[in-house]
């Protein structure tokens, strides 16, 4: 499924904010359900793709001299 075919679920979505820390009532987040649903389409298309794992810098130094 592409993010542009993504279609997030109250369920998907209560599982989003639980994972977030955020506490949601189910009353509030079936009346903003178009909101929330969207916004998260949204941020999921400005999300890049595939970033993966990054390896640390350990040989950086930062020092200025």
Known sequence: MSD?????TEAGLAAVF???GVDIPP?????NYELFASTLALIRQASPPGLGETVPAV???A???
């Open 27 to 31: 009353e509030r987040l079936a009346e």
């Open 18 to 20: 639980a994972h977030a």
């Open 59 to 61: 040989a950086f130094k």
């Open 4 to 8: 542009s075919d993504f279609a997030a």
């Open 63 to 65: 020092s200025w001299h």
